[in-house]
């Protein structure tokens, strides 16, 4: 059963449709053991009324930033100090700009920047509003600032499209809040994000496209299970995440061995870097010059990390595998499992816009006995149920 004993809880909530799912939330997280407080934006309180938040929480709902009935008048102190856990539910463009810069002019966004608790950021919103750059660039830099996103979720909107931008449910909020730093504690993990780049010249490589988001999300959520975690990074723009251990390596070769300089005394291996398969023969010692000519090269196999750490003698106790398929999802996921002898594989399917360079995906995964569908929705959402499944399947330390 899901717990929050003795937690304390302050959710902020801003101006968008899914507030109305809030009151729902509040019971979840007080039935989980929390104790909660609500702070509201004006804008959110024309979308539910702070009555029915304080009937529901047992507590008056806060708005102002200076409350003369607070201490002093300053009430958000208080709350900063007060909190464990800050969750904004639902997050808004909006919201989500203004903690992205630091602003500080009403009640919720000072919090923020006042609170030591864990901060996490519900998304909401249309799915072209979720998909833009601007947002994008603010949920990163969100992620930078240490803060977790949970969500979003993709379905049915209020606007009356289908996408991604649902507010995740009232129980994924609470499960996602739940303490689960023990539930991987004392185990090490290496994990690989990424592209790689091979070399054809000084200015130019064969690489793909691959944004390292999942790679990162994983290595995140092992971290928050307990684990410690050795990330070996091809080159991407995203920030470490919060007790993570890095390593930047730019082409296979250079990913193989960090893996192998850290595989020794490992628990676990989750391979979820997209390694060039082949590299350039020669690498030009000057800039190739564009003629009229064909240009022809040879191209030899990349060295298999994967296969490398499931046959070390130090083989870690869990290795998984990722498979990027354009078709026959399945039975290519089943075949490699066998092939490279791994204890499980996630699969999707990339092209036509799926997986590579978005917020979201499915993962497909199969171990030799079992097979999980995880449906559409946020890496970082996606990124838990995998360690979840992980957890499942590690010895424990005890033996």
């Known amino acids: 059963m899901t717990t929050l004993a003795d937690k304390k809880v302050l959710l902020g909530i801003t101006g968008g449709i899914a507030a109305y799912k809030t009151p729902e939330l509040v019971r979840r997280l007080r039935d989980a053991g929390a104790q909660v407080r609500v702070v509201m934006t004006p804008a959110a309180q024309a979308f539910i009324a702070p009555l029915t938040l304080q009937a529901v929480s047992g507590h008056r709902v806060h708005s102002e930033l200076l409350d003369a009935e607070a201490e002093a008048g300053m009430g958000h102190i208080e709350l900063a100090r007060w909190a464990d856990e800050l969750v904004i539910a639902p997050a808004t463009a909006h919201a989500i700009a203004r903690l992205a810069h630091g602003f500080a002019d009403d009640l919720l966004a000072t919090l923020a920047l006042a609170t030591e608790a864990r901060i996490s950021v519900v998304p909401a919103m249309n799915r072209v509003m979720w998909a833009s750059r601007p947002v994008t660039e603010n949920c990163q830099r969100l992620e930078a600032l240490g803060m977790r996103l949970l969500g979003p979720a993709s379905g049915e909107q209020a606007c009356g499209e289908v996408g991604a931008g649902r507010m995740i449910e009232p129980d994924q909020i609470v499960a996602a809040l739940s303490d689960k730093t023990d539930l991987l504690a004392g185990h090490r993990f290496v994990v690989t994000a990424g592209p790689t780049h091979e070399a054809l010249d000084p200015v130019r490589f064969l690489g793909n496209r691959s944004s390292g988001r999942m790679g990162f999300c994983l290595a995140a959520a092992l971290a928050e299970a307990g684990a410690r ?50 590299r350039p023969e020669s690498v030009a010692d000057h800039k190739i010059k564009k003629s009229d000519e064909a240009l022809a090269m040879r191209l030899v196999p990349n060295p298999d990390i994967l296969a490398e750490v499931s046959k070390h003698p130090a083989r870690p106790s869990l290795v998984m595998g990722f498979a990027a398929e354009t078709r026959d999802l399945a039975e290519a996921a089943r075949q490699k499992l066998a092939r490279k002898q791994l204890d499980l594989i996630a699969a999707n399917l990339v092209g036509d816009g799926l997986a590579f360079d978005c917020k979201e995906n499915a993962l497909e995964v199969f171990s030799t006995e079992r097979h999980w569908s995880l449906p559409q929705q946020a890496k970082s959402m996606l990124a838990r149920a995998l360690v979840d499944i992980i957890a499942e399947r590690m010895p424990s330390k005890g033996g």
Do not use: H, K, W
């Open 229 to 278: 975690v050795d990330l070996v990074a091809g080159p991407v723009n995203l920030a470490t995440p919060p007790g993570v251990s890095r390593c930047d390596v730019q082409s296979a070769r250079e990913m193989l061995a960090a893996v192998m300089a850290r595989i020794e005394g490992a628990d676990g291996f989750v391979g979820v870097a997209a390694v060039a398969d082949y």
